[in-house]
């Protein structure tokens, strides 16, 4: 369990940075990204430093390590927020999941209808609870401080027919990440899960390893592809692609409270720019995406129903199998109705 062998680790960095603090009143921020300068992740972290650095009068500098110089996966880069040599870093759910399965929970699918209802439900409670279960679920040595986004939305794309209904996938084979959530889910749909490791998705889509995957538009057109094959996108929509933002705990309780409120304002800054970044970046790669010869579909609302409704199995298996999986499932579908209503609420006012 992470929280035993985090414990002493995280006294150890919390009596570090209380040294730190008393030897000088200047914070330096270590911050990193497994991804490149192309990615909204990269952006968020732009946003982040000029928001913090300006914002805290040069008190607080913020360092951006992109790629793999301080970890090479999200494993190995937890553990450094958890010792505190790392003190900033982002993940998927599926980079998280080895340590906290409950963030799969981003991955359910149709859940969240759509950008302004996901919005709403990552910047509110929801968000908070699941932080404090991670911090309870480290020792608190991990703090999530926000979620953003990261492509945009999961859809199904796939080298060999147009998919309009659930029957279309079957015998599909699918690439997924290893976690056993996103197989569920292509299972209960009828196609066959294969995992490959995403530097090899490339060659796996040209001899037929995979004939298909579920990635934002900007993820597909960046890693090219088309050039390898895959001409079919059906825009689904079944998964928000959330982006997890964490931080050493002692790092950032070790700040005076003035200090504190400059990051988490930084990490509102830093999520509405991530929430901003692939809505502009996916306007050409879609243009792109066509203007070569892809086909791109939106299914009906029936159709989108069916698929729905073909994933149902999957909500009951992440009840039954993910540890605390019941007690995230139920924050994210209250947090979801609510912000439902909200919207629903708001957009009627505004039809008047």
């Given amino acids: 369990m ?39 992740d990269y952006d968020g972290l732009v946003v982040f430093k000029n928001y913090v650095e300006a914002a805290s009068n040069g008190a607080i500098a913020v360092e951006l390590f992109i790629g793999t110089q ?46 302004r209802i996901a919005e709403h439900v990552l910047s509110g409670d929801f968000t908070r609870k699941m932080r404090d279960m991670a911090l309870e679920d480290s020792g608190d040595s991990i703090r999530l401080m926000t979620i953003g986004n990261t ?8 080298t060999k027919r147009r998919i309009a209904e659930p029957s279309d996938m079957e015998g599909l084979k699918i690439r997924t990440v290893v976690a056993d959530l996103p ?17 090899e998705l490339f060659t796996s889509f040209q001899t037929g390893v995979v004939e298909g995957s579920k990635n934002g538009i900007t ?4 890693m090219k592809f088309p050039d390898a ?41 830093l999520q509405q720019a991530t929430f901003a970044s692939p809505k502009r970046k996916s ?21 989108k129903e069916a698929f ?3 994933a149902a199995p999957v909500f009951d298996w992440f009840k039954a199998n993910v540890a605390r999986g019941e007690e995230i499932f139920d924050a994210l579908t209250t947090a979801v109705a609510e912000a439902e209503e909200e919207i629903g609420a708001a957009r009627a006012a505004d039809l008047n």
């Avoid at 494993?75 to 080895?98: H, K, M, N, R, Y």
């Avoid at 993820?219 to 960046?222: E, L």
């Avoid at 050409?284 to 995406?289: I, L, R």
């Fill in 308 to 310: 729905k409704d073909g």
């Fill in 229 to 269: 094959g895959l001409k079919y996108v059906t825009l689904d929509g079944h998964a928000y692609m959330g982006a997890l933002w964490w931080m050493n705990n002692a790092r950032f309780l070790e700040m005076p409270e003035d200090m504190r409120r400059v990051v988490v304002d930084g990490f509102y800054a």
């Fill in 70 to 115: 301080l970890c090479g996966n999200g494993a190995e880069c937890l553990q450094g927020v958890a010792d505190g040599t790392i003190d900033i870093f982002v993940s998927t759910s599926g980079g998280a999941s080895g340590i906290f399965p409950y963030v799969q929970v981003l991955d359910l699918p149709y859940l969240m209808a759509d950008d």
């Fill in 283 to 303: 306007i050409e790669a879609y243009e792109q995406f066509v203007a070569e010869g892809g086909d791109l579909y939106v299914p009906t609302p029936e159709q």
């Fill in 2 to 40: 992470i929280k035993n062998t985090l414990k002493s680790l995280t006294v150890a960095a919390m009596l570090a940075g209380s040294a730190m603090a008393a030897a000088a009143q200047d914070y330096t921020l270590r911050a990193t990204a497994n991804s490149n300068e192309n990615d909204e």
């Fill in 219 to 222: 993820d597909i057109m960046g």
């Fill in 183 to 199: 197989q569920e889910l292509v299972k209960a749909l009828g196609a066959a899960p294969t995992p490959i490791p995403w530097p």
């Fill in 151 to 158: 492509g945009g939305w999961r859809n199904f794309a796939n």
